[in-house]
């Protein structure tokens, strides 16, 4: 009986186990990428300048929280333990142990052993452990003891091979490799009486819980320290540890064990609640060795890995639930159960109990939300709403995607916002019994009520509509408020209750209905407390989850006040589902959904941020003090370290020179380039959400560029200087050359002078020749004018002739007489050419302009313009273009026409104006 009994409570406690390792603490990893070190990690310590120091094989690291930071020994050997006392950094290495300072921003390392022949030339002596003890330092190897007391080592050699020395209260405990654990009073040593049982058996820690000794060994599990020996823990973890052997252990505050083991990553055991939390490469940590663990001020862990770094935040407020499976998908809504959690995902709703997760039959698909109503679980579904009562689930509609369920703070109804409108549920005990209003066939994404006949839905797109209803939620109206009050960014409505009033988030602006004006109008009250917010959502009546500028804050509000509290970026970067977010309150907490999984985090969690902020500055890798002075077009870095590295690290800005921007600090650095010459001043603030508060400064000076140095400006001087020199010099020569040139000039202007006679005389012969030209052309055009009279007159003797002819009877023989005087008397046709260019040379002016103006006209229509404007008339033209007198008359009219002259315009002075 006791045995079945026994294997009940077993089980039991197994099945205990693994619910609760369903909640983790956060934790950061850190690999040689980040660090830029070796693999493994022998020892870890918190310095007083908050900084953390770790023994990475060659190196000694320290990360501040901002930067990593590297060193080696002068022997360049394995670093395995490193103690931290006041402003030193004690290590042991090969063959050698010393202490480290920092001075200037950089480590320096001080031999303690230099010169001393303490090791022997056999024995690979590497220092494994320092502690303090009785005043004195301990630097212990596998087969050594060193004691420094300041001034002086002392050599205690082992006749066998140590482990570990361990200090429990005022006792020394030296563990061997195979002779078991003795105690050391001295130089002398004696094995406790009932410890055999530790021989060949190699022991990692010794431990003190509440006056009581545990002593953890490598594969034979834990035992306590009992009055008539040794006794082996009587917990069931104890098993799982042996089976994958400890390297570690430490008891922290809250009652609880860390276990550092060689293949399944660390254990941290509860005392108060007898359950633990396993953290390995299956969940978070990204190595299941872990070989030393170390504490910082927060009481968060650092486990130094066989490859790597993590922190694991064990007393931050806030735990997690991964899913690194890929079951689950996106989480958009969890919500606690008796044994476990229900969880609506985008791959469908998931029962998880004893830490397995079960597929709920019919639900595959996305799943938006589940609301407890008493003891019923209504989840809206993209194929419709499911109720999980008991273990069991019921489809109660098929109504597609029920976004969001909210109560009415009239009575008990319930609205569900979906994809195709709002459904109302009046009886909670019959949920088959729903009702859909009319009239608003749209997706609605949220829906609120506070007062009664009346509701307020938001479209899932934009709009924000009022819906009117009767007793029996028949729709009387739907207004579209946002249009009805000018409202033109309507985007992505969100409906915000609080306090029994609804407040509408639209386009980051808080308003309120009126229902006088029956308008939207802006809420002061959030609008100055609440700004830049892109989400919200109600935890309870006095709590709510904000997203500002990508932050999430926990409001606590106490009357019109407001206690912001922030929750750092670093646990949900990336995950956040949004448009999604939701809360789900379980008694003391409450779970927001992620991408991964959910968190959990204290409803009653305060972050009182760190004021403590040290700010250190570095330009061309040197370190600047407050007020320093760097060089022209140089980089400026400035690291500002809080020294908290969990859930209390401060949410920081900056500002430059007192400027009204606030800018975020991201990683703790900020990169300042291209500044001008001056003094400049950074101000570091601490920021809650809703005010900044000032931190600490940092002041410095930029040097006035190279050529604005002091040499250069006396460079500039001499310069200034040799120019006037010579520009006198110059000057005084100019002077004497232009009086040399004066004469030189008077010269000139006799010459210039005669010049000018000279050129006035060939100017005055110019005009001679051309009033002779003149002349010679008025003679040709008298010698034109001649030539076309005696030309019109042998044409009038031809006619004359020819009449004769056609009269005279003896025909014959006058006609060939009078043919041989025509013959005679006819124009000669070489001085007719000579006349037509003579000709077009005295009137070649008009004939351009005439072209110009009546482009139309052909060379006969010019020909005869000449001859008008020479005022001939038709009988005198009719021999010179070879055509009748009737046909100069006809051609006349013509050229009147093309000209585009009236009947009363005379040609010919017409032709004189052109």
Known sequence: MKTILYKFLFFFFIASQLQA?????????????????????????????????????????????????????????????????????????????????????????????????????????EIWKIFRYNGALYFQSFNDVFIYDGKQIKKIKFPFLISYCFVVDKNLYVASVNKGIFRMNGSRISNPKGWDILKNTVVHAIEKYKDKAYIFTQKRGIFTIEKNGLKAWDNPLNETLKSNGINVAK?????????????????????????????????VLMNNSVLTIGFDKEGDLWLGLDNGIAHVEVNSPISFFYDNSGILGSVYSVATTAKGYLIASNHGIFEFDSGIFKLLPNTQGQGWNITKIGNKYLIGHNDGTF?????????????????????????????????????????????????EFKDLTKPIKYVAQNKRNEIWAADNYRGLYRVLFD????????????????????????????????????????????????????????????????????????????????????????????????????????????????????????LMNLDDGFISLQLGYQNKQNKGVKVEAYNDESLLEDGGKIKHNTELTINVISGIYGASKPNLFYQINREKKFIPISNGKIVLNNLSSGSHSIII????????????????????????????????????????FFYYKWNKLRYTQKLKLQGEELKHQREILEMELKKENELNLQEYEKHILELEL????????????????????????????????????????????????????????????????????????????????????????????????????????NISFRGVELHRYRLRKKLNLSQEENLSKFLLTV
Not at 100 to 120: A, C, E, P, Q
Not at 257 to 279: C, M, P, Q, R
Not at 408 to 433: C, E, M, R
């Open 685 to 724: 603030f601490k920021h809650d959400g809703a005010s900044y508060e000032e931190v600490s400064s940092f002041d410095f000076k930029v040097s006035q560029p190279w050529y604005f140095s002091f040499w250069m400006i006396i460079l500039y001087l001499l310069l200034i200087g040799a120019i006037l």
């Open 471 to 590: 007793e029996n939620y028949n729709t009387l109206n739907v207004e579209n408020i946002t249009q009805q009050s000018k409202i033109k960014n309507d985007f992505g409505v969100k409906i915000f209750e609080f306090r029994e009033e609804i407040l509408f988030l639209i386009n980051n602006v808080w308003y309120t209905f009126n229902s006088i004006s029956n308008k939207l109008e802006e809420n002061e009250l959030f609008n100055s407390n609440f700004k830049n917010i892109s989400d919200v959502v109600a935890i309870d009546e006095n709590h709510f989850i904000v997203l500002q500028d990508g932050i999430l804050y926990h409001i606590y509000a106490d009357g019109n006040k407001f206690l912001w509290n922030i929750i750092q970026e670093k646990y949900y970067k990336g995950k956040l589902i949004n448009e999604n977010l939701r809360i789900f309150k379980s008694n003391n907490h409450y």
């Open 778 to 881: 008025q003679t040709k055009s008298s010698e034109v004018a001649g030539k076309s009279l005696s030309i019109a007159k042998q044409s009038e003797m031809i006619d004359n002739i020819q009449n004769i002819l056609d009269s005279e009877k003896d025909f014959n023989k006058l006609k060939s007489e009078i043919k041989k005087v025509i013959k005679i008397n006819e124009v000669n046709k070489h001085e007719w050419e000579i006349f037509e260019t003579n000709l077009n040379q005295i009137h070649n002016e008009f004939i351009i302009n005439l072209s110009k103006k009546f482009p139309n006209l052909t060379p006969k229509d010019i020909k005869l313009c000449v001859y008008l404007k020479m005022n001939l008339s038709s009988k005198e033209i009719a021999p010179m273009m």
């Open 251 to 283: 008891f922290i505050k809250n009652d609880k064990l860390v276990v550092g083991t060689g293949n399944k990553g660390v254990f941290i055991f509860d005392f108060k609640t007898n359950t633990y939390k396993n953290i390995d490469r299956n969940n």
């Open 21 to 125: 390792q369903e909640l983790l603490p956060f934790v950061e990893n850190y690999n040689k990428s980040d660090y830029q070190g070796d693999n493994q990690i022998w020892n870890i310590a918190q310095g007083r300048d908050k900084a953390m120091y770790f023994a990475n094989n060659h190196y000694l690291l320290r990360y501040d929280g901002v930067v990593w930071e590297k060193y080696f020994l002068p022997n360049k050997t394995i670093i395995r333990s490193i103690l931290i006392e006041g402003d030193r950094i004690y290590s042991g290495s090969y063959k050698e142990f010393g202490y480290w300072h920092r001075k200037n921003g950089k480590m320096y390392y001080v031999s303690i052993t230099k010169n001393l022949r303490l090791f022997d030339e056999k024995d690979n002596e």
């Open 387 to 435: 109720c999980y009562e008991n273990g069991a689930l019921t489809k109660v509609n098929n109504v597609s995607g029920g976004w969001n369920l909210s109560k009415s703070i009239i009575n008990d109804t319930y609205f569900q916002s979906t994809y195709s409108g709002v459904l109302v549920y009046s009886d909670i005990s019959d949920l088959a019994k729903s009702k």
